[in-house]
């Protein structure tokens, strides 16, 4: 365990600091991988606006033996937001629906977001409706909602 942890702490670093060759080889190199050496990689690739990297990343976390997690959707969603990525997104929402990975509707106000900022509002407002109450109100509180 200490020595995947090593190897997640090298690579986000590496990550952190832009050097993303450096960090993509090493996550090659690695013995073990855990589900944050997947989010490091995935998620530094959607920040920076390398979509089709951090997709096929994703995919390659799919058929590997690990499974996406809530905060692989999480980051995902919120880094295709931000770079305004509806398609990415898109295809995001598809493989939550797809999984039954939002049963308890935890991945909602990303996928609002998501849509809003990609001026889906239509789809943004659909979610919304069918959302928790709690869930709702957060959104409202949080101001995300904005009509």
Not at 19 to 34: H, I, T, Y
Not at 81 to 88: N, V
Not at 105 to 123: A, F, P, R, V
Request: a neutral charge; proline letters at 2%; aromatic letters at 10%.
């Amino acid at each position: 365990m200490k020595n995947t942890v090593v190897w997640n702490t090298i690579i986000h670093r590496s990550l952190e600091h832009n050097n993303l060759d450096l960090g993509k080889q090493l996550f090659d190199l690695m013995p073990e991988r855990d589900v944050a050496s997947w989010n490091s990689m995935i998620q530094r690739f959607a920040n920076i606006g390398q979509y089709e990297k951090a997709l096929a990343l994703f995919h390659d976390m799919e058929i590997s033996v690990f499974r996406p997690n809530t905060w692989t959707l999480l980051s995902t969603l919120s880094a295709w937001a931000s770079h305004g990525a509806l398609e990415a997104g898109s295809w995001i929402h598809s493989y939550v629906n797809n999984n039954d990975l939002n049963r308890d509707g935890s991945l909602d106000s990303s996928l609002i977001d998501l849509y809003s900022k990609c001026e889906d509002i239509g789809k943004a407002i659909q979610i919304f409706e069918e959302s928790p109450r709690t869930i709702r109100k957060k959104q409202i509180r949080n101001g995300q909602i904005r009509f």
